[in-house]
């Protein structure tokens, strides 16, 4: 579908409209309250996850080679993905080689970066989600929604529905009952895993071991059951202590959904030792780039790698909130997914969805990590209109330029540069404002701002009066 | 003390009364207004559509209008914003950086200037009424100039400020975003409005033309009863400047 229907289409569902603003208001009002009640000084907290971040991407190549080094120690295997289908091949290869035909996977955006499960699916092997958000949207066949909420788009009545549906089961809609269905379909099927997949929230190198954030419990499963368990971490993931784990996990919690912690916390330092009597013998950590170090040479868009996936920005997006993350079509959607979707699909591809924005700046201000997300929006905008850093950013050779938009800003700085010019032009709109009213339906700028507006009253009088007491020069 | 009046491509073209009133404020409370003939637009257009070259283009002709070493105040936070931190991102790393800085160190929105550098204390001699007020995004992030337009607003002793419930969320004007996204700006507009309506207020104010434009237009247009003013136009009019 093209962008333009797609968003249309989204802006006429009024039951998704109903959900995404019911749901985003409630992830606003939580995190406010939140920080209001209990965080003393959160700017400053802020600054401090700004610093941690932005020191770590100063010495990624470092800092990813002491992780490398750790994890070794520690047991676990390292693997490094230079793009999608490396990572989609070093998974496919672990799992023919132990036979595995199907994968238990806890939540994981960078598996959806790499298309993992539609790569699997025509290997003949299953990925079966464990997160309830996940499987919801697994059974309609959707992608997520949004980055920690996958499944937010959807009421608890919808979801009643679609259990009933696909699992066959009574239709409920209380959350405790549609989560008892959930742990029932999945505590069944956890038994049988021999490979489980999940993503990391931080991978810290000193210490060689990766930190999992959830609050089902669910996720664990795919860490704990099976035999093998494989994280795919990006490598932006990476920090250099726990210490500096722990100020961005501070960071993320109230962010990303209002709380405080989250329930679980699995922090995973080694596979099963000589006399544990669970834990997967195997552990892998798939280090994925996809063009993470093509963002990181930016000296402008780097910053743009501090992101931490708390999915604040989408909550508190005007825009995301009316359209939800599927009118993006792409994996990253809302703010920073228009930050990092071009630059790790290309420009070319994903280059339309930086207009889904009003640049107010509102990202830029809940970001626990204070990326400039607004600024980098727009500034993405001269990129493809060819004006940017001279910086190569992905796909931008493809780009056609607009030469109708560009021909329009020329004459505009033309008229507000010259001012008889930008005279006679006020003048036309004294005379023709009023009037303009009757061919608004032929031009196109017109019609677009009436479709919902009153024709304004564009009167151009002030320029011909003389006040009292002011000096004219 | 002199001071520039800038009066902004939209304030010339749809909201002569509020830049009349803009005048008589800064004359009531001292202030000896200039007036440049020239003057135009601050280059918002090109540059939120990432028309960098030609918004510098258009921030020179302000800088070179606007020379001698007076204060240039603006009835409208998100243009203020433009010249105070935008202007400085845009020459950063150019020849013309330290002039772009002492140009924007003169800039003030004129709510800030009112309250901050004319001391201005409100006489409110209007009726009994009840209003609500809409931020515009670059006068709430970007010039943080919304707390003192509030704060004149709360001066006037017979006018009671009922709060938006989402009052920092976007209108959806956005300048060119309405334009290149009509629909999208449309909802934004549908749900501000209807948080308006919820508030019963006689009047919601805003003190930047483009969402004034934005949302007058959409109530006009659904036939709603809520009178739409501009800040200086509404607080001129309460103090009896006109
Ligand atoms: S860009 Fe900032 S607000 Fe958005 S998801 Fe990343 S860390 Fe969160």
New binding site residues.
Partial sequence: MEARELITEKLNDSQLRKNLDFAMSLLQTNRKKLLKDRYGDWEALREEGRKVKQNTLSRLPELLERFEENAKKNGIQVHWASDAKDANDIIYNLAKKNNVTKILKGKSMASEEIHFNAYLKKKGIQAIETDLGEIIIQLIDEPPVH?VVPAIHKNRYEIGEIFEKHLKVERFSEPKDLNAVARTHLRKEFQEFKMGLSGVNFAIANEGAIWLLENEGNGRMSTTVPDIHIAICGIEKIVESFDDAVILDTLLIP?ATGQSITCYNNIITSPRKDGDLDGPKEVHVILLDHHRSDILSHKHYSKALS???????MNHCPVYEKVGGHAYGATYPG??GEVISPQIFGIDRYGYILNLCSLCGR?SE????K?P?AEMIRDLRSEKAGQGSGEEILGISRIKPKMAEKLGFKIFAFLASTPWAWKSMLWGVKVFGPIGKPLAPLLPMIKQWTSCRAYPTLDASFQSQKLEGVIYE | MKVYFFGTCLGNMAYSKALVSSIKLLQHYGAQVIYKKDQSCCGQPSFNSGYYEETRKVALANINLFDQPYPIVIPSGSCAGMMIHDYLELFKDTPHFERVQEFSSRVYDLSDFLLNHLNANLCDTGEKTTVTWHSNCHALRVSKCVEASKTLIRMLENVNLVELEREEECCGFGGTFSIKEPEISKTMVEKKIQDILSRNVEYIISGDGGCLLNISGAMKKMGCDVKPAHLYEFLAQRIGLE
Avoid: A, H, Y
Avoid at chain 1, 366 to 369: N, S
């Fill in positions: 980055i962010s992101c931490i996936r708390c999915g604040t920005c703010p920073i990202c809940v970001c626990p990590v990326i997300l």
